[in-house]
C-alpha cells in the first residue's frame, strides 16, 4: 500500500506564510501527478495546485503559493505566502502512484489532511 503523511498546517495572521509537506512512503514503482487539495467548512474539495502540466494553480491562489517536488524524497511542497483568511482550510496531499507493479495502472491516494487556519 501507499501512504501520504502531510505537515506544516497551523495557526498563522493574515499576510503570514506556512509551508506544507506531503510525503509519499509504501510500495511505490513511480509516481505520476503530485497536487494539494483544499476544503473549507461547508465547501467542496477543490484543487489548489498540482505539479501536472507544469504547474498550475486555483486563482485565488496564483502569485501566492508555489508547488514544489523532490522527485528524490517522493515529498511535494506547497509554499502558502500572504495568507489570507479565506485560504483557511483543510488541506489535502494528492498523488497518482503505480504501486501494484511497474506494468500496472496509476492509483489515486489521499493524505489524511492538515488544518490551516489563517486569523485576521
Known amino acids: 500500500q501507499v501512504q501520504l503523511v502531510e505537515s506544516g498546517g497551523g495557526l498563522v495572521q493574515a499576510g503570514g506564510s506556512l509551508r506544507l509537506s506531503c510525503a509519499a512512503s509504501?510500495?511505490?514503482?513511480?509516481?505520476?501527478?503530485m497536487a494539494w487539495y483544499r476544503q473549507a467548512p461547508g465547501k467542496q474539495r477543490e484543487l489548489v495546485a498540482t505539479m501536472a502540466n507544469g504547474g498550475r494553480y486555483a486563482d485565488s491562489v496564483k502569485g501566492r503559493f508555489t508547488i514544489s517536488r523532490d522527485n528524490a524524497k517522493n515529498t511535494v511542497y506547497l509554499q502558502m505566502n500572504t495568507l489570507k483568511p479565506e485560504d483557511t482550510a483543510v488541506y489535502y496531499c494528492?498523488?497518482?502512484?503505480?504501486?501494484?507493479?511497474?506494468?500496472?495502472?496509476?492509483?489515486?491516494?489521499w493524505g489524511q489532511g492538515t488544518q490551516v487556519t489563517v486569523s485576521s
Open positions: 509504501g510500495s511505490i514503482f513511480s509516481i505520476n501527478a
Open positions: 494528492n498523488a497518482l502512484v503505480k504501486w501494484r507493479g511497474p506494468n500496472t495502472a496509476y492509483e489515486a491516494f
